[in-house]
């Protein structure tokens, strides 16, 4: 277990891929620390499962994510997960929804890496991941802040693989398209009843109309993925945008 002694904090891990990403570092011996919102037991579970830590910290707040930066400690894997998504014409994009998107999905990444980089720095040894999204590479209409954010997050992450290239610190984007998980599952009936679709056609009609493979990326893909990229062996992978959807970006 190669991770054996190394700390990794993954954002929005409470369910979903941050929860993958999560079992497969401490699969490699990766002490955990967990952060996300979501029942009380649930989370409680997953601590013991894992034996992690858990910070309950609001992302939209830089004060909250300084709090459990200190609260935490250093850390030697850094995982910005956390993430949301509104669908809407630019012209009526609610603004708080706007903000709270690119706060959630960008700007909380901007704060965790400078708190979790000078320690990296000073070991000599580190690794930042960043979840994007296929739509880090091409866009959709109507998700003008989920397109701006991760297109956002993509050049943050060449940036800061720049600034730490000979500090021993990797920075990387993982780009799933679409994955299965519960929040997706949920949303079959409700489509299939509002377009009159059978299971199967909105599968692959609707959900997965722009992925080739027509197949789900699995949580557990990405977290393969991550795992790959914490490897000694990927230490001069740094800077790139790991595209895990099925075909999608490749058209």
Request: charged letters at 20%; proline letters at 4%.
């Amino acid at each position: 277990m190669f991770l054996e002694g190394k700390r990794a904090l993954v954002t929005g891990s409470t369910s979903g891929i941050g929860l993958a990403i999560a079992r497969a570092l401490k699969a490699e011996g990766a002490d955990i620390v967990l952060n996300g919102f979501g029942d009380e037991a649930e989370i409680a579970k997953l601590r013991e499962e894992l034996g992690a830590d858990y910070s309950g910290a609001n992302l939209l707040d830089a004060s909250e994510i300084e709090a459990m930066m200190n609260e935490i400690g250093a850390v030697d894997v850094l995982v910005n997960n956390a993430g949301m998504q509104h669908v809407s014409p630019v012209e009526d994009f609610p603004v708080d929804k706007w903000e709270a998107i690119i706060g959630l999905n960008l700007t909380a990444a901007f704060h965790t890496t400078r708190l979790a980089v000078p320690a990296m720095k000073e070991k000599g040894w580190g690794r930042i991941i960043n979840t994007a999204s296929a739509h880090s590479l091409t866009a959709s209409p109507f998700k003008s802040a989920y397109n701006a954010s991760k297109h956002g997050i993509a050049g943050f992450t060449k940036t800061i693989a720049l600034e730490l290239a000979t500090s021993g610190v990797t920075a990387n984007c993982i780009s799933p398209g679409y994955v299965w998980t519960p929040l997706i599952e949920g949303q079959i009936p409700d489509t299939m009843a509002a377009r009159g679709l059978s299971r199967e056609e909105v599968i692959n009609d609707v959900l997965l109309a722009k992925q080739p493979t027509k197949k789900f990326v699995q949580p557990e893909e990405v977290g393969a993925l991550a795992v790959f990229l914490c490897r000694e062996e990927a230490g001069n992978v740094t800077g790139a945008n790991w595209s895990i959807d099925g075909g999608w970006t490749a058209e």
